[in-house]
């Protein structure tokens, strides 16, 4: 069972990595003042969630 959440988190990882990938690339090509906050937002909150997915693999690798 735990290959398969383990699996599935890593997937998520991927899935967000990429996700902040590409909202850094829209933030780039963005001048308004509220889309970058908006964009920034995202890009934290998307990190925060990768970086909880990452501490627990380490915690349960």
């Known amino acids: 069972m735990s290959d398969i959440l383990e699996s599935v988190a890593g997937n998520k990882m991927l899935q967000l990595k990429q996700e902040i990938a590409d909202l ?3 933030l780039k090509k963005v001048e308004d ?3 970058i906050k908006m964009l920034k937002k995202d890009i934290m909150e998307k990190e925060t969630h ?5 501490d627990r693999a380490r915690v349960n690798g």
């Open 24 to 26: 850094r690339v829209a």
């Open 33 to 35: 003042e509220e889309t």
């Open 50 to 54: 990768y970086n909880i997915l990452a």
